[in-house]
């Protein structure tokens, strides 16, 4: 599975997720975003290999929701093009760190 797929849970009668007030939803995620626009030293490759998703993720899912291209998506978690945030901000990826990102994507649903 890759980070972009939207899957549902086992427990989907017990998620209260879709109940969640969208002005809520919205706040906590403009909040998420504006964290990982702040927190440039945290690596994707390091999201991706402790949670299984990154920046890039969370651009695509704005994407696909929003019925946009993945650079508009991603952009809009950068906070600038994602080119941009790439020359600025990421570095190689170690061996190490694609080896922790591939066990982690594992276990996504």
Avoid: Y
Avoid at 36 to 47: E, K, T, V
């Amino acid at each position: 599975m890759s980070c972009s797929d939207d899957t549902t849970t086992p427990n989907d009668a017990l998620d209260t997720l879709d109940t969640l007030d969208d002005a809520v939803a919205a706040a906590a995620f403009r909040r998420l975003a504006r964290l990982l626009q702040h927190r440039s030293d945290a690596a994707n490759i390091d999201l991706m290999g402790l949670a299984g998703f990154c920046r890039n993720c969370l651009g695509d899912w704005i994407a696909e929701a929003g019925a946009m291209d993945k650079e508009t998506g991603r952009a809009i978690v950068h906070g600038m093009p994602t080119g941009d945030w790439k020359a600025r901000f990421q570095v190689a990826a170690t061996p190490e760190q694609l080896a922790r990102m591939e066990e982690s994507m594992a276990k996504n649903p």
